[in-house]
């Protein structure tokens, strides 16, 4: 059965090649497919979940190698995806504790409007690609057409030499703010966005702008979320060692949306739930996020569990 023709998630975003360089290893480059929504899709693709990633990719060797990556991860990219003059590249430097920054060359001009299928029942979005043109509006405009049918989730996942200063950026982000339904953002993009203002009132000042839940990743503090019905969790961070950061945010996204389609919170249906969500439910989704983010983090680069590897006292479904 077509992908698109069934109940599905959808991921709209970059796709683009890391550029990997570490301080131990100078002359060591690496480049590896990458990629805020492209990883959160890899993440569901792996824990086999049904997902499509509309992204903008080059018909270059680079393109070629990062299409043959997530497709090895079951992740449906359609073919007109690949309209861009060139593939994006991040280059990525570590530093001794293993945190990555990075530098852009990025064009993201996807297809307009961006489809979104009636089958779609999770629609996912953030990053770079959703602030910067010409494509940014086409993501937040099929956010707007996917809220009759789709449960909407965020996360801005900052990329400050790409969206320049907060002020340049705030405006836009907190526009897919307002269309989400879940909006998961660090405690450092927060801290970033809003000039170090307090969390607890960004949280709440951003569940006034319409989502149901917002859930904040707090590195070795561990991840809490907070409803609009005023409901709020944390979960206890694990004792991981810690080989590097790369793409642990977009697993622990892709955990959240995982564990939205196993408890059956999908559709346009489940959001009155999401609203009114129990402290105990909530929890099921922080705990499988986190595990999931935890398995990331213990290994070398964006590399998310596999469902196998996860034991059956984890699984939501």
């Known amino acids: 059965m077509d992908i698109l023709s069934a109940p599905h998630i959808l991921a709209i975003g970059e796709s683009l090649v890391d550029i990997l360089h570490r301080p131990d290893r100078p002359d060591d480059v690496v480049e590896t497919p990458g990629g805020s929504p492209a990883n959160t899709a890899m993440t569901l693709g792996r824990l086999g979940?049904?997902?499509v990633l509309e992204t903008w990719l080059g018909r270059d060797e680079r393109g070629r190698t990062v299409a043959e990556h997530f497709r090895d991860s079951h992740v449906y990219i359609p073919l007109e995806s690949f309209g861009a003059t060139r593939t994006t590249t991040a280059t990525a430097t570590l530093n001794e504790r293993g945190a990555a920054t990075y530098t852009f060359d990025i064009e993201w001009a996807p297809r307009t409007p961006i489809p979104v299928s009636p089958h779609a029942q999770i629609v996912h979005a953030g990053s770079i690609s959703a602030?910067?043109?010409?494509?940014?509006?086409?993501i937040l405009d099929a956010l707007h057409?996917?809220?009759?049918?789709?449960?909407v989730t965020y996360d801005p996942n900052i990329r400050?030499?790409?969206?320049?200063?907060?002020?340049e950026s705030i405006d836009t982000i907190l526009d897919f703010v307002r269309a989400a339904d879940i909006v998961k953002v660090s405690d450092e993009d927060i801290a970033w966005l809003t000039n170090d203002a307090p969390l607890d009132e960004v949280v709440s000042d951003w569940l006034g702008l319409g989502p149901s839940l917002v859930i904040v990743t707090r590195?070795?503090?561990?991840?809490?979320?907070?409803?609009?019905?005023?409901m709020q969790c944390a979960a206890t961070p694990a004792d991981i060692p810690v080989v590097d950061t790369v793409g642990a945010g977009d697993s622990f996204t892709g955990g959240i949306i995982d564990a939205?389609?196993?408890?059956?919170?999908?559709?346009?249906?489940?959001?009155?739930a999401l609203r009114t969500l129990d402290e105990a439910t909530a929890m099921k989704i922080l705990t499988r996020a986190s595990r999931i983010s935890d398995i990331t983090v213990s290994r070398a680069?964006?590399?998310?569990?596999?469902?196998?590897?996860?034991?059956?006292?984890e699984l939501n479904d």
Do not use: C, T, Y
Not at 131 to 138: D, L, T
């Open 49 to 51: 979940r049904p997902i």
């Open 131 to 138: 602030v910067i043109q010409p494509g940014g509006p086409a």
């Open 145 to 151: 057409r996917a809220h009759d049918q789709a449960i």
């Open 160 to 167: 400050p030499d790409i969206m320049g200063s907060p002020e």
């Open 219 to 230: 590195g070795s503090k561990g991840a809490m979320a907070r409803s609009v019905s005023g």
């Open 260 to 272: 939205l389609w196993g408890l059956g919170l999908v559709g346009a249906d489940a959001r009155e």
């Open 301 to 313: 680069g964006a590399n998310p569990p596999w469902l196998s590897e996860l034991s059956e006292s």
